[in-house]
């Protein structure tokens, strides 16, 4: 179908930054759907795809990282804008059952079960019972009782403590004695462990929704003198919200657009695949990239520390070289700079030639080396597959037959394929959302991030809005397809420094509790 946009449409449009040529794009990629994604090996550390280092390579790293690092400008970049109502799931749905005293609940309820026999030991217990105490309620009576659904619904509810529409950056995690830290806390001193600039600046840029800014402000405003003085540290902390241009239309199955009960367009934010306009902003040299909820108290943040430190130096090393190689390729290269630069981009950074390479004269050697070697880079920790859902490392081949290392989601994939299937399975590792990232080029110009995205890798997903099936779409994700056509090399790190908390009882792990 084609987009005829009323006077009103277009108002509306305008106030969003997007254009009726972008709703249409939108409308026909609903209509057309995206291909999968094609699928070539698994990335593993049998075949190449993922780097095993072992204890000269971490002590080299290390060092080069605290060499190199100096006078470049660092960044921890951190997507914090989801709120944590998904983490109480269990919660939600047995306030919801039961009312009063609630009897012979464990068989249904087990999470339930667990998250009340410990609830003492959660780092958020004492303002639970403190809110409680506002309201004149005991909450030692009402547990004693087993009346649960009050204390959940005080833990949750927003004219209480709002856990379940804050965002999880705002949440209690981890308690040291009488002191508790939120995630946002956790990644400022993570910053101050090994983000910290030459001046002892650490940068830190959270993406959030635009109704926690409020939030974030009060917490830094509260906090930040505090760890300022405790690390010797000055925090320059900033925040930026998801840009309404990257948002998208919502259609129905006919793909025909869906209003609202005022008639307006209806338009959904285009997933964490949209940060990358975000990332896109940020100005440094080095920039970590890490999920707001994977954190640890500080007994457990010495391999964290040690790796990150590690693959920073692992790509400010490449990095160099690289720059290097591009020197050379831009000024009058001969045959056996050529075949050096060849050799640094396969078994360097991992670079696949294409196909009619060896077929190319010179001149046309010499530019695609350039093209290949001229991009940003990033370099992605990887754990051993544990069962955790979500994405992981693969040599994939694009429509233009060209092989890469992606990071590939399960719903990228034709699992109807046999072979397809097969070798989604056979991933040794999973992605943690570990990344360090390089957004300049040699000359020191930033990179127009946005032109390394995939658009066709995005997916679409349907939900029931009443009697109405509504459809939307995904961007392509910040590490899968927005990072999609960046020099990419996957490192293998330790499964301590992947411990995120999709759960509230995944706090009552031993990793999250005090040494």
């Avoid at 005829?4 to 277009?10: A, H, R």
């Avoid at 019972?129 to 619904?153: F, P």
């Avoid at 400022?188 to 650490?202: F, M, P, Q, R």
């Avoid at 233009?400 to 590792?429: C, M, W, Y």
Wanted: proline fraction near 4%.
């Amino acid at each position: 179908m084609t987009f005829k946009p009323t006077e009103k449409d277009k108002e509306q449009l305008a106030q969003l930054g997007l254009t009726v040529e972008r709703v249409q794009e939108q409308i026909d990629h609903f209509k057309k759907g995206f291909p999968k994604c094609q699928l070539d090996a698994a990335a593993t550390i049998a075949n190449n795809g993922i780097q095993q280092l072992d204890d000269k390579e971490i002590k080299r790293y290390t060092k080069l990282y605290h060499t190199l690092s100096k006078d470049k400008k660092i960044l921890k970049f951190v997507p914090a804008s989801g709120a944590a109502t998904r983490m109480f799931k269990d919660l939600y749905t047995f306030s919801s059952t039961y009312f009063g005293v609630a009897t012979n609940f464990e068989k249904e309820f087990p999470t339930i079960k667990e998250f009340l026999e410990n609830i003492h030991t959660f780092a958020f217990f004492n303002d639970l019972k403190a809110c409680m105490e506002r309201s004149d309620l005991d909450i030692e009576e009402y547990l004693q009782r087993g009346d649960y659904t009050t204390v959940i619904n005080y833990l949750l509810k927003e004219q209480y403590m709002s856990y379940g529409s804050l965002p999880k950056a705002l949440l209690k995690f981890h308690r040291y004695g009488a002191v508790q830290r939120t995630p946002l806390e956790e990644h400022i001193v993570e910053g101050a462990l090994y983000a910290k600039n030459s001046d002892g600046t650490v940068n830190l840029h959270f993406t959030i929704s635009p109704e926690h800014r409020q939030g974030f402000r009060r917490k830094i405003a509260e906090v930040k003198q505090y760890y300022e003085a405790t690390f010797g540290i000055k925090l320059h902390i900033t925040f930026s919200e998801q840009k309404h241009y990257t948002d998208i239309i919502a259609v129905d199955e006919q793909n025909n657009p869906v209003r609202d009960e005022e008639g307006k367009l209806m338009f959904r934010p285009g997933g964490h695949g949209a940060l990358i306009e975000n990332l896109h902003e940020q100005h440094a040299d080095l920039i970590f990239v890490k999920n707001i909820d994977n954190v640890v108290p500080d007994w457990m943040k010495h391999t964290t520390v040690v790796y990150k430190e590690v693959l920073a130096g692992m790509l400010l090393d490449l990095q160099q070289k690289n720059f290097d190689m591009l020197r050379m390729l831009k000024g009058h290269p001969d045959a056996k700079e050529l075949k050096k630069a060849e050799k640094f981009a396969c078994n360097g950074l991992g670079i696949s030639l294409p196909d009619g390479y060896n077929k190319m004269n010179a001149t046309q050697r010499k530019a695609e080396l350039i093209r290949l070697l001229n991009r940003p880079m990033r370099i992605c920790g990887m754990v051993k597959n544990q069962g955790e859902p979500g994405g992981g490392p693969f040599y994939t081949i694009d429509s233009q037959g060209r092989k890469s290392l992606q990071i590939v989601e399960s719903a990228q994939i034709n699992h109807n394929d046999p072979k397809q299937e097969s070798i989604f399975a056979s991933s040794t590792h999973f992605n943690p959302v570990d990344l360090v990232c390089s957004t300049k080029d040699y000359r020191g110009r930033y990179f127009d991030l946005r032109q390394y995205v995939d658009p066709m890798t995005g997916f679409i997903s349907k939900k029931s809005k009443g009697a109405l099936v509504v459809k939307s779409q995904e961007l392509p994700g910040l590490w899968n397809g927005a990072m999609a056509h960046w020099i990419t090399l996957f490192v293998e790190v330790p499964i301590a420094t992947f411990n995120p908390v999709k759960t509230v009882n995944d706090l009552l792990r031993k990793e999250h509790r005090e040494g």
